[in-house]
């Protein structure tokens, strides 16, 4: 037998509904909030990663999934959703749309990790980018509109919140990480050995024990901020407060990705394990420019379906009933099952979810088969009935039957 590949899922037919919901939910609250669909290819080349997600991460460094295609081209599955929706931007000539532009995806994604609860080498993200605003207030939105998400799912989650400053406050802010880090260095990982030369602001966003106990006491960067970056993120912090969303700033807060500025945020839950933050975004005005266009300001967000479903998994979160047959329509012989396969069929035109037998059961079998599927009603087409163009109908529920004429299904379903 050959085995699913290692950190990938199934989604079997007994769980898609929980599946459908979460993405329905995602849809419902990017029509609220007047955001359009994008969908970009599951694979680019591998210069767009390496480029807009930037060198000194870790997806670029060790987490990819590159190969050369047979026209010796280096390709890369999409790790991540915002570096495609960017070269989409650019390459569609979008800067000249009325602006902002605000767009969503719902993509798998694929990253070469060590898997474990919450952490997948194929997962999904559901992200919102807006192009074109720099102001404060679209940071707002946007974390508005995951916070509705996540609350339309009833998923407890708390936001942390950070501004990383622009490149002046953290040229500042980079000397004084320097000279705290630097004394410590040979205590600490490798990467971090050379994140301190490379990007020293990076190292905030490392998982090993050994580096994080030093930088809990790390100079903060929210105190190296600019009159600019300053007034920014009051910004967003005042909106967030007068639409009543709590939150808390958390100066070690990076992201793990290059191109973020400015804001920041994260909505972390404390009940799937390690893996906690289900949502990350922030502001990346550099990106477009990074990768080729005229300058342009963006912001976003990504929420991992997986980790949500674990999180909605584990604190019995409310998902809605799966599908189920309106009706089971059963007959006996040759005649009548053909009379209930039209009537199926009839009611399946109208958009009624209709069961019929296609196993050759019993009556008997046919009533408990359409039990176990959680069918509503169960008609029976037998002689007499077919004669009289009528179907003995059962509710499931309270057990009681009536006579209704075929022609009348539809409006008693109603
Ligand atoms: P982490 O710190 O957990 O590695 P990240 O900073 O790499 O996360 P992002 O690149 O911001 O994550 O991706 C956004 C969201 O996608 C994460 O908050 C998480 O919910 C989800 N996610 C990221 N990597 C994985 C993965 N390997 N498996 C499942 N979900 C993931
Ligand atoms: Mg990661």
Redesign the pocket.
């Known amino acids: 037998m050959i085995n699913i590949p290692k950190g990938t899922k199934d989604v079997l037919p007994a769980d898609s509904y929980k599946w459908q919901y979460i993405e329905d939910t995602a849809r419902g609250v990017a029509r609220a909030f007047n955001i359009s669909e994008i969908r970009t290819p599951t694979f680019e080349y591998t210069e767009l990663f390496s480029r807009g997600v930037g060198e000194t991460t870790?997806?670029v460094n060790k987490e990819m999934y590159t190969f050369e295609d047979k026209g010796g081209r280096s390709i890369t599955l999409k790790p991540?959703g915002t570096a495609g929706a960017a070269r989409m931007f650019i390459e569609n000539g979008l800067a000249s749309s009325p602006m902002p532009l605000k767009a969503f995806y719902i993509t798998p994604?694929f990253?070469y990790?060590r898997p474990q609860a919450?952490?997948?080498?194929e997962?999904h993200?559901f992200g919102i980018e807006v192009f074109g605003s720099e102001s404060y207030h679209t940071d707002a939105e946007v974390i508005f509109a995951a916070s509705t998400f996540l609350n339309k799912l009833g998923v407890k989650t708390r936001l942390e919140i950070n501004s990383i400053g622009c490149k002046s406050c953290r040229a500042e802010y980079n000397k004084a990480l320097k000279e705290y880090f630097k004394p410590r260095l040979a205590e600490m990982c490798e990467t971090c050995n050379s994140r301190f030369e490379k990007n020293p602001l990076r190292i905030l966003?490392c998982?090993e024990e050994g580096c994080k106990k030093f930088t809990a006491d790390a100079p903060k960067i929210t105190d190296y901020l600019c009159p600019d970056c300053k007034a920014h993120f009051d910004g967003v912090k005042n909106l967030l407060s007068d639409l009543g969303i709590y939150y808390t700033v958390n100066p070690r807060i990076v992201?793990?990705?290059d191109y973020y500025s400015r804001t920041v945020f994260?909505f972390v839950s404390d009940e799937i394990g390690a893996?906690g933050?289900?949502?990350?975004?922030g502001r990346y005005d550099g990106l477009i420019e990074e990768l080729g266009g005229k300058p342009l300001p963006a912001i976003g967000f990504?929420?991992?379906i997986?980790?949500l479903m674990l999180l909605m998994e584990n604190t019995g979160a409310a998902f809605p009933e799966r599908q189920k047959p309106r009706i089971y329509i059963a007959g006996m012989d040759e005649k009548t099952r053909a009379a209930a396969f039209k009537i199926a069929a009839e009611l399946r035109l109208k958009g009624i979810n209709a069961e019929c037998d296609l196993m050759n059961r019993s009556v008997k079998a046919q009533f408990k088969y359409a039990d176990k599927l959680g069918a509503e009603y169960v008609a029976v087409i037998g002689e007499t009935e077919l004669l009289n163009g009528e179907v003995t109908l059962k509710n499931m529920k309270d057990g009681t039957q009536s006579a209704v004429k075929t022609t009348q299904i539809y409006t008693y379903l109603q």
């Open positions: 870790d997806v991540e994604a990253r990790e919450g952490r997948l080498r997962f993200q966003d998982k992201r793990g990705l994260e893996q933050t289900v949502c990350g975004g990504a929420a991992g997986e980790r």
